[in-house]
């Protein structure tokens, strides 16, 4: 289930971004380059995967990675693709 949620990229960014902490609906937005609708509908289903938390300040809604295990997840899957991903072949000119 958690790495289901997770293979979503526009989930994994939104994840990534709560691994450097708890931020609101604007700020996730933003960061992650996606229509407002399209992030609050990722953070409502991995809020209720229990994959984050929510709660009201004021009239924000500030969300959170619901478990530090979860940030250290992704940020080792994102460090580990990083590593492995296609290089470039080198040609000589």
Do not use: F, N, W
């Amino acid at each position: 289930m958690l790495l289901g949620m997770l293979a979503d990229p526009t989930r994994l960014r939104l994840a990534a971004c709560l691994a450097h902490g708890e931020q609101d609906v604007t700020a996730l937005t933003t960061a992650v380059g996606a229509a407002r609708p399209a992030v609050s509908q990722h953070l409502g289903k991995l809020r209720l995967a229990g994959l984050v938390t929510v709660r009201r300040d004021g009239r924000r809604q500030v969300y959170a990675l619901a478990d530090p295990h979860i940030g250290r997840l992704v940020t080792e899957a994102l460090h580990t693709a990083e590593h492995r991903a296609p290089r470039p072949a080198i040609r000589p000119h």
